[in-house]
């Protein structure tokens, strides 16, 4: 049976949308590891009207999946069959209210809801400042950093259902965990945060500081997802004096012995062995092929299990090509 991508019969079953609709649009540019195939359609809707009347005439039985900015995956060779979701310029602004409250679309930086809230004079989101995805990919990984996560700032979260009805959902509602929220098949359209009131140089400082740190413990220039594996202890640094006590994925993977691994262009990173790091040329198969490798490593060493915090989405290419 051939199972090959088919974008034009694909666009055909897909309605008329104001946003962009783009057959067989390469990925890699899309992400911070630059790899992996096509989006067989990419949809950038133009505002969340857009994207609600797109995803209620969407038949059911097409795939379509919302991306950020691609800081935590790995999209396979092959691509992503069905639409990807990419939201923009609809989908980016932040608002400050007097009451610390700071609403921001999902597809705003997370860099940039930390400076906006920091310029405001809102404290408790400097930690957003080093992340760099998006407010709905935070949502969706309940991202954090130095102890703080999404679940400590959020009030609630607007989305979209896959049959274009929306939803808003309260902190509760989220279940948050370490680097996991539980709704699935959401597109997250914006956010509502809280802060607490500060001093504007005050914040600004602390998140200088942040990003210094960052900048010595981590290669933030490299093409990297960030973290490639979670930390056994259940938590992310937390910056302060007994976090050398936690299990932390890097140091059982530099333990087994794979700083520096290498698979093709892929590397386990010198200056920190849990990114996972695409020197040049590495494809996506590789990349998790050099992942699996490690958690195999650190099986063996240390009888520790890793899992992966980066995700893998779309079909190998070998997947692909067997198909057709
Ligand atoms: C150098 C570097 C440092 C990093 N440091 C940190 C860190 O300190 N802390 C941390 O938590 N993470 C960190 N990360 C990982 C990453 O930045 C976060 O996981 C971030 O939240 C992902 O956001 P994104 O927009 O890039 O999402 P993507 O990688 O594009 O997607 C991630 C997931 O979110 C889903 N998603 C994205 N947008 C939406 C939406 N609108 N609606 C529904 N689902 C959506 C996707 O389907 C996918 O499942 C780092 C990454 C890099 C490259």
Redesign the pocket.
Known sequence: MSRTFSPDALLERLPSVRGRLEPMRELAPL??LRVGGPAEVLFSPADIEDLAAFLSATPEDIPV?????????IVRDGGIRGVVVR?GRGFNAITVAADQRVIAG??AL?ARVALSAASAGVDGMAFLR?????I??????N???YGRYMADILVEAH?LRRDGSSVVLSNAEMGFGY?HSAPRD????GAVLQGSSGEPEAVLAQMEALMERRAQA?P?KDR????TFRNPAGF?STGKADDDMALKAWKLIDEAGCRGLARGGAVMNEKHPNFLTNAGGASAAELEALGEEVIARVRVHSGHELTWEI?R?GEALAQRSEDT
Request: no cysteine; proline share 2%; aromatic share 6%.
């Open positions: 992400t911070w999946l919302a991306l950020g900015v691609g800081s935590n995956v939201l999902a597809a997370d080093g992340i760099p995805g998006t709905g990919g935070a949502l969706r990984m991202a954090g950093a989305a680097r959401l597109f997250y359209t981590q933030v990297t997802a960030g973290s992310s995700e989405i």
